[in-house]
């Protein structure tokens, strides 16, 4: 009993030693109540916890340590801001305008370091070739000239110089990202060196959001004829039945999901799907997403939230023999391409009794508005962008995407283009 209670005792202390806050304040005139807190893992958002406003200001306590991105979602007014966690009070001031926000104003000595590190790239990015070429009309002994190189001089250093002790998640994020993610053609890796560094990372790898851009540049390294190669190898050496291993496997799921590697999806969710080890919740959500929307599954329930050229509250309240579910988005170039031609032929597909649902992950009302008067189908969208409800109910990673159903809205097919959509129903 008295190592039992010692443990209990440690971690008590632990827990209230790591224990931080965060706290989100902005001006008198912005409109929101309520506040969401999510952490990341791997690619996706997690919800922590939500508050309401005092006096426009949020709090947000986080009981145990973390160190890693995180993000406070604002529902009514679609606001978002991202910041970082060093296990360590977070402060940040948002100034808004028409319940927008403008700007955010980092007040904690991590978050600001990590917003200057991040705007030194930038302008490393879009300014330095610029100054290359200025200084070459400029003596080095003239004032602008020792100027340019001084400034040369500056934005081409890099997180080399951050305290790994002080900041060690700032130094994590930013030394990977130019390692592994670099434009540069000069810091090329190798497959080898991407695995061991999954490998043998610590748990910032999971909450940094470097992991999904580290795997597809994996997979480019290895080319597109050796995909299954690159994946046998990685998971393998990871050992899919480890977090790790779970997380990276769901990644590339999504990943196959995204690209449209069917076959490579197909694969490895298997795999998954035949793991008789525990799941982690990262590949539990990716397992439960995918049979939610399999073919043969009854299409998810969704309540309609401001539909247009329909009376029905929901999609099961739709009757028809068959039903054309499309995600789209009136900024997505591909949906620019194909929906017009959904739209040549929606009378033909009407007189067989056939209705078309447009979902749409905007956030714009004005563009939402202006392009859904063309669409004579039903349409919906909650404004929300990729934070709308629906996108994780139905598992959507691009735009457009498209379910077919059947009267009892069953998923009988899902088409990867309109084309596939036309000739399904003999119209193409």
Known sequence: MKKIFVLSSMLCAFSLQAQFSINIQTEPGFN????????????????????????????????????????????????????????????????????????VIYLDEANELMSSIQETSQKKE??????????????????????????????SGTAGGVDQAKHPFVYFYNTNYNKFLSNDANKKVTQEEIVNF???????????????????????????????QSVDALINKLNVETPR???????????????????????????????????????ASTLKSN???DLGAVFPEYKFHSPVNT?????????????????????????????PKLLAKYKDLQANNI?????????????????????PWINDSELRGWNSSFAEIYN???????????????????????????EYFKLK
């Not at 100054?131 to 001089?153: C, M, N, R, V």
């Not at 649902?357 to 714009?364: E, H, N, V």
């Open 396 to 422: 959507i990673h691009a735009t457009p995407t498209y379910f077919i159903l059947d009267a009892n809205n069953k998923i009988i097919s899902k088409p990867n283009h309109v084309g596939d959509v036309l």
């Open 311 to 339: 009376t029905a509250k929901t999609i099961a309240d739709v009757k028809a023999d068959k039903k054309v579910i499309v995600f789209w988005s009136s900024t997505c170039s591909h949906c620019e391409n194909e929906l």
């Open 126 to 155: 879009l300014i330095l070739p610029a100054l290359g070429q200025i200084k070459e009309y400029y003596k080095d002994d003239t004032d602008f000239g020792k100027a340019l190189i001084s400034e040369i001089g500056k934005l």
């Open 245 to 283: 291993g779970q997380t990276v496997l769901s990644e590339l799921i999504d990943i196959f999901d995204v690209y449209d590697m069917n076959d490579f999806k197909t694969k490895y969710l298997t795999l998954a799907r035949n793991l008789k080890c525990t799941i982690n919740d990262r590949l």
């Open 32 to 103: 929101e109540q309520e506040a969401i807190l999510y952490t990341l893992n791997g690619s996706k958002d997690i919800v922590v916890t939500k508050e309401k406003s005092k006096n426009n200001v949020w709090t947000f306590k986080y009981p145990k340590s973390y160190s890693g991105m995180m993000k406070v979602y604002f529902p009514n007014t679609n606001n978002s801001v991202s910041f970082i966690s060093e296990n360590k009070n977070v402060s940040i001031k948002l100034e808004t305008k028409a319940n927008k926000v403008q700007n």
């Open 198 to 228: 999954i490998d043998k990372s610590n748990d910032m790898l999971e909450s940094s959001s470097l992991l999904r851009p580290i795997l597809v540049s994996y997979l480019n390294v290895g080319g597109n004829t050796n995909v299954a």
């Open 291 to 293: 049979a939610a929307t």
């Open 355 to 375: 209705q078309i649902i447009g979902l749409s992950l905007d956030t714009d009302k004005n563009s939402y508005t202006t392009k859904i008067a063309a669409f």
